[in-house]
């Protein structure tokens, strides 16, 4: 059996009943989570434009558009809705994976329900949500960080094999469709990671391959074959050409029992996840030490390649998405304001000259040291700061929010409520919560669907 037919066996067979409760617990926060950014992000402007550019391509007999009155083909169904949840940088983060999920395999979901002909349960459901994020999280798992070292978003590359299985058990697919639909959607991943500089499509990135994998099970569907070798050690496979350094094994250990998709995170700041534990550590020095903005002087922040790479650039201020991952425009932006919500990446924050100044104090060093720091070390940041005549240091392995430091669902609930502001009455806000939170009672995962839009 290759790691392909293994893949689509899990898919196919997994049952609520399989599931671990940690990781049916965890993925019903992480969808309470993703519906609460999808709401906030509906208002994004990349987002609008990107809804107008497809708005002529709508169809009567289609997949909702949330907060539309219009209607898509599912594939588009899904990359508009999870650029929603992606469109802030606040939606979920596997850590170890450096993935999110929640924007690709949950509008993949959605958007198979509309056009799979029958009653699907709050407990189907989550367990299509189980298998759509062990699939992204081992198969990144598979490829990372060689893959993000050559220059491609990793979310991106590997969306289409979880949006594919995702898109299969809604629609009912037996499970060789299931591992034709993986292997039809594996072929058109991409995304490159310049486009967090300059451009504003990097929210978009993941949810555009995510297309690729409800096309895949369209397509599958309909009996046309994927590449069964796909992940196979063989000329032109996505292991061997996304990256140079890879390992099947996580692929490979799919179904053993361990659940890795307990280990998601749930953001605390609205920024790249590389860049937490770094804006953790200088709010800690500060905090522990009654340090006042004012009387820093200098800033180092030490972390491995992979994060220099993403975070560590050369920043000039321009769209939204280059600030949110930027270590230095994080840190210069809590120092100016003592916070880091979303109104610290509005334009004009951007470009407030106090920010670019307290930029200056602050320098993002490669440590080769910290390269192979081993599992759960990903996101190492070592802070030191200098100011009012002392140098204070710390590490941070687990910034707030990510699974060695969880929000609670009180946190989680707080972080819901508070996009939902001013887009949702506060009541209505209030009870598509806990409806998620109930979600394994839903009869019909539609009625969930009918409260977001």
């Known amino acids: 059996m290759n790691p392909l037919e293994k893949l689509a066996g899990f898919v196919h067979r997994l049952r609520f009943e399989d599931v671990d409760k940690a990781a049916d617990t965890q993925v019903t926060l992480c969808l309470a989570d993703s519906l609460g950014c999808l709401v906030y992000g509906s208002r994004a402007e990349h987002v609008r434009k990107a809804l107008a550019a497809y708005r002529p391509m709508q169809v ?248 220099f790479l993403h975070c560590g650039f050369d920043y000039e201020p321009g769209p939204v998405s280059g600030a949110q991952m930027h270590i230095g425009y994080c840190i210069a932006a809590l120092l100016v304001s003592g916070q880091l919500g979303a109104r610290q990446f509005e334009p004009a924050f951007i470009k407030n000259p106090r920010v670019a100044a307290a930029m200056k104090k602050v320098e993002v060093i490669h440590d080769p040291s910290m390269d192979d720091l081993g599992p759960g070390m990903g996101y190492c940041a070592r802070i030191t700061l200098v100011a009012a005549g002392k140098i204070l240091a710390c590490e941070i392995v687990n910034p707030r929010g990510s699974a060695g430091n969880p929000l609670s669902e009180a946190g989680v609930r707080e972080k819901f409520m508070a996009q939902c502001q001013g887009i949702l009455p506060e009541d209505k806000a209030a009870r598509l919560f806990s409806a998620v939170m109930g979600i394994a009672d839903l009869a019909d995962v539609r009625d969930l669907e009918t409260m977001i839009s």
């Open 60 to 307: 009567q007999d289609g997949s909702r558009i949330f907060f539309e009155n219009w209607k898509a083909p599912a594939p588009l169904a899904s990359f508009l809705n999870g650029s929603m949840i992606g469109a802030n940088a606040y939606d979920d983060l596997h850590h170890g994976a450096t993935v999110h999920c929640g924007c690709i395999v949950i509008p993949a979901a959605l958007a198979a329900l509309d056009g799979c002909g029958r009653t699907v349960s709050g407990k189907e459901f989550l367990t299509t949500l189980v298998a759509g994020y062990e699939t992204m999280i081992r198969v990144a798992l598979a490829v990372m960080p060689e893959v993000r070292h050559r220059g491609y978003h990793p979310a991106s590359v590997v969306a289409p094999f979880a949006a594919a299985a995702a898109a299969s058990r809604i629609y009912g697919l037996t499970e060789e469709e299931t591992l034709n639909a993986i292997g039809i959607a594996g072929d058109f991943g991409s995304g490159l990671m310049s486009a967090q500089l300059s451009s504003n499509i990097h929210g978009m990135q993941a949810p555009y391959a995510s297309m690729h994998g409800v096309n895949g099970a369209l397509m599958a569907r309909q009996g046309l074959l994927g590449i069964r070798e796909i992940f196979d050690d063989t000329y032109g496979s996505f292991l061997t050409t996304l990256s140079g350094k890879y390992d099947p094994a996580p692929i490979e250990a799919i179904g053993g029992g361990e659940f890795l998709c307990k280990g998601t995170g749930i953001k605390f700041y609205p920024t790249a996840g590389s860049v937490s534990s770094a804006v953790d550590g200088v709010r800690d020095l500060m905090e522990q030490n009654g340090i006042r903005p004012d009387e820093v002087e200098k800033i180092t922040v030490r972390v491995n390649k992979s994060v």
